[in-house]
């Protein structure tokens, strides 16, 4: 079984629906990561949480919300998608600081907005 | 901000040396990571560097030059297997990764 697991895969969706993205880990890491990908542009952070309830921003939150209501779940909403959001989209998880562990990634969810 | 420039591809022969290169510039460096990441595939962690110099994994070697910003992933032996794409993430100083956009490398027999 994955370390960290995402849901769905895969969507397909239109504009101005509202959608949440899952992911849950078993590896007991208390930082969790929602990141997008787009060909050319690389890894960005959305939001990121160091603990059940800690909400931080990333540097492209607009548009998203997230939730951390237990240690292992990590939650990311898009609550009007629209199709500049058709991304792939990856949770991580990581220990705490002063370490030299790094990320760990989901499968990801690819999702697209019609 | 954070700037981190990797080349966009690289082509090599199988059983041949691959360098790819990354170059950066961050306000407050805290550690970079090598990441693979075949296609349609989550990342996974190949390498990580805080100090000077070169951290060797079996086939797969990671230098760093923090005075320079500067790192390289240099892949040997190179296999079909190794066709992926590879990512340079800069660790900041609040813990958080910045990646560079990624180089695919495609492996010929």
């Known amino acids: 079984d994955a370390d960290v697991t995402q849901t769905p895969r895969n969507r397909i969706t239109k504009t101005g629906k509202r959608i949440m993205l899952e992911c849950s880990q078993t590896k007991g890491h208390d930082r969790m990561y929602w990141y997008r990908q787009d060909p050319g542009l690389g890894l960005r952070l959305i939001y990121y949480s160091f603990d059940v309830k800690d909400i931080n921003k990333g540097e492209i939150s607009d548009g998203y919300s997230v939730s951390r209501q237990a240690q292992a779940k990590f939650s990311l909403s898009l609550e009007s998608a629209i199709p500049n959001q058709t991304a792939l989209y990856f949770c991580a998880t990581s220990v705490g600081a002063n370490s030299n562990q790094p990320q760990h990634f989901g499968d990801g969810t690819r999702l697209s907005i019609l | 901000g954070q700037n981190i420039d990797q080349p966009t591809e690289m082509t090599a022969t199988e059983g041949a040396i691959v360098q790819i290169n990354c170059t950066y510039q961050t306000s407050g460096f805290n550690g970079l990571f090598w990441y693979q990441q075949h296609a349609g595939e989550a990342p996974t962690f190949l390498s990580y560097n805080v100090l000077d110099g070169l951290e060797e994994k079996g086939r797969f070697s990671s230098f760093l030059s923090r005075s320079k910003g500067y790192s390289y992933l240099l892949l040997k032996e190179l296999q079909m297997k190794d066709s992926a794409s590879y990512l340079c993430?800069?660790?900041?100083?609040?813990?958080?990764?910045?990646f560079g956009a990624g180089t695919t490398v495609t492996v010929r027999a």
């Open positions: 993430a800069v660790r900041r100083s609040d813990y958080k990764l910045s």
